[in-house]
């Protein structure tokens, strides 16, 4: 039986990022420890419209350390109540390398720019560790304006591969 199989395209940050812009809306962007079930609500929400699964599948003990631990840094984009609307995670454990493991909005925040600020607020604030770069990989089945954005905060395309659906 063959497994299906996708482009996925690997990208790098290698310069220190652009400066985010300023914005006066309600919204604001903090680093948040995020408890188990609040971390797996909002993943299911940014992640389901595009296919997310990697954390559903991992042990909620497992998943529960690694949100505990320094090796994960989470940067959650918050509406004027509280509300979470996004997050950028990165993954730290094998600095001066960093991941950008999963990014995203909720479906009702489409559109209105945060998207892009939330990237660039997160990179600002991780480059102040001193990475040699930031790296992620994406696929065709990310939302379509995944890679774009990317590309315009400074990431630049390093390789691309087929790869195994189920090693997504």
Same mark, same amino acid.
């Given at each position: 039986?063959?497994?299906?199989?996708?482009?996925?395209?690997?990208?790098?940050?290698?310069?220190?990022?652009?400066?985010?812009?300023?914005?006066?809306?309600?919204?604001?962007?903090?680093?948040?420890?995020?408890?188990?079930?609040?971390?797996?609500?909002?993943?299911?929400?940014?992640?389901?419209?595009?296919? +997310?699964?990697?954390?559903?599948?991992?042990? %909620?003990?497992?998943?529960?350390?690694?949100?505990?631990?320094?090796?994960?840094?989470?940067?959650?984009?918050?509406?004027?109540?509280?509300? %979470?609307?996004?997050?950028?995670?990165?993954?730290?454990?094998?600095?001066?390398?960093?991941?950008?493991?999963?990014?995203?909005?909720?479906?009702?925040?489409?559109?209105?720019?945060?998207?892009?600020?939330?990237?660039?607020?997160?990179?600002?604030?991780? +480059?102040?560790?001193?990475?040699?770069?930031?790296?992620?990989?994406?696929?065709? +089945?990310?939302?379509?304006?995944?890679?774009?954005?990317?590309?315009?905060?400074?990431?630049?395309?390093?390789?691309?591969?087929?790869?195994?659906?189920?090693?997504?």
């Amino acid at each position: 039986m063959h497994s299906e199989t996708v482009p996925v395209t690997y990208l790098e940050l290698r310069l220190r990022p652009a400066p985010a812009p300023a914005r006066c809306g309600a919204e604001r962007i903090g680093l948040e420890r995020l408890t188990l079930a609040d971390y797996l609500a909002l993943y299911r929400r940014v992640g389901g419209p595009v296919r +997310w699964d990697q954390r559903l599948r991992m042990p %909620a003990a497992e998943l529960e350390a690694l949100l505990q631990s320094d090796r994960l840094r989470i940067h959650v984009l918050r509406d004027g109540q509280g509300g %979470a609307l996004g997050l950028c995670e990165f993954d730290c454990s094998a600095f001066p390398e960093i991941e950008l493991k999963n990014f995203g909005l909720i479906p009702e925040a489409y559109g209105r720019g945060l998207g892009s600020w939330l990237l660039a607020v997160a990179l600002e604030r991780e +480059w102040h560790a001193g990475p040699t770069r930031v790296w992620l990989h994406t696929d065709s +089945w990310d939302h379509p304006a995944a890679r774009p954005l990317y590309e315009r905060a400074g990431f630049r395309v390093y390789d691309v591969r087929l790869e195994a659906v189920d090693d997504l």
